[in-house]
């Protein structure tokens, strides 16, 4: 077979969650203005942007949770907007989501937590589900031996540290094997060892099934760069600019100088990656000028002679 021969070309990508033209108001607001996105099948996708950007009710759109005043979601090619209330709940079955602060059940104790959608949406016995947590525990680290992992599993939310309750609420996740995991801020309010060694469960979770496909939302720079295979900032309502993950690398050492030469948009993706992004809003706005004088720009000089 030739090399030329299409046969031996590898298989293109498989998109299995596309969105067009996704517009949403909450309070009045314009929160989503347009986001366009596909996700190929075993990538983890991170999103970043700035606070209230609209990340996290992007995720609540994939799941269900909201609905948009226009535009579409699929899943596999198969339309979730205006899907009915079954159509939907059989989609969400595949998908877990990991929500910001872990969103425990603060009266149930960690085996109900991980256990719960098992319990919920299947006719497993109890013994049974709580094989399935124990061995979910395990997969995220907690406990050493399974007498361990028994006795966490007994105890409440209240009773755990802030990274112990991120890995239950990871553990809870993955119970159903889903083939969809959303993170929401997976890492915030964490120490930097804990943080990181939750970044090793995320890619960990993706190594152990490459078809499962992960959307990571954070503001974390190192975790960003470390779990995604690719970044897409979300800006004013749109997706501003898609990249492979390494660049956050690239962005962080690029100087103020190197940054000058930049076009508006690219000046806004490496503000906020170096911690600016507040200061980069229109290409004329106040504050854009007050980036440009940051940057040594020549354009600012000029305009200030």
């Known amino acids: 077979m ?15 969650l596309r969105i ?11 929160v989503l203005k347009g986001v366009n996105l596909e996700v190929v099948r075993g990538e983890t996708l991170v999103i970043i942007g700035g606070s209230g950007c609209g990340k996290s009710v992007l995720l609540k759109h994939i799941m269900g949770i ?9 899943v596999e090619g198969r339309e979730l907007v205006n899907l009915p209330v079954r ?11 990991v929500f910001q602060g872990g969103a425990l059940f603060d009266s149930l104790t960690v085996a109900e937590n991980v256990g719960f959608s098992l319990a919920e949406h299947s006719s497993m016995p109890w013994h049974k589900i709580l094989a399935r947590v124990l061995e979910c ?14 006795r966490i599993a007994a105890q409440m939310p209240a009773d755990l540290s802030g990274g112990m309750r991120k890995r239950v609420a990871i553990a809870r996740a993955l119970a159903a094997k889903p083939e969809f995991v959303l993170y929401d801020e997976p890492t ?8 990181d060694a939750i970044n090793d469960l995320i890619l960990m979770m993706g ?37 492979p993950a390494p660049r956050i690398g690239e962005y962080l050492r690029r100087t103020e100088a190197e940054a000058a030469s930049f076009s508006v948009d690219e000046r806004r993706l490496w503000a906020f990656v170096k911690g600016h992004a507040d200061r980069v809003l229109e290409a004329d706005s106040q504050d854009t000028r007050v980036l440009r004088r940051l940057l040594h720009a020549p354009a600012a000089e000029e305009a200030e002679a």
């Open 188 to 195: 915030t309010g964490l120490d930097p060892p804990t943080a």
């Open 87 to 97: 159509g939907l709940n059989e989609v969400r079955k595949r998908f877990a989501m």
């Open 20 to 30: 067009r033209d996704l517009h949403r108001k909450l309070g009045g607001k314009a």
């Open 2 to 16: 030739s090399a030329a021969d299409p046969a031996s070309a590898p298989a293109a990508p498989e998109v299995v």
């Open 137 to 150: 525990l395990a997969q995220v680290k907690l406990g050493e031996t399974d007498a361990d992992r028994a």
């Open 207 to 243: 190594n152990e099934d490459d078809r499962r496909t992960s959307l990571v939302v954070t503001h974390d720079m190192a975790s960003a760069e470390k779990v995604g295979d690719r970044i897409a900032f979300l800006f004013n309502g749109r997706i501003l600019s898609e990249f």
């Open 66 to 74: 909201l609905k948009p005043d226009r535009g579409s979601i699929q």
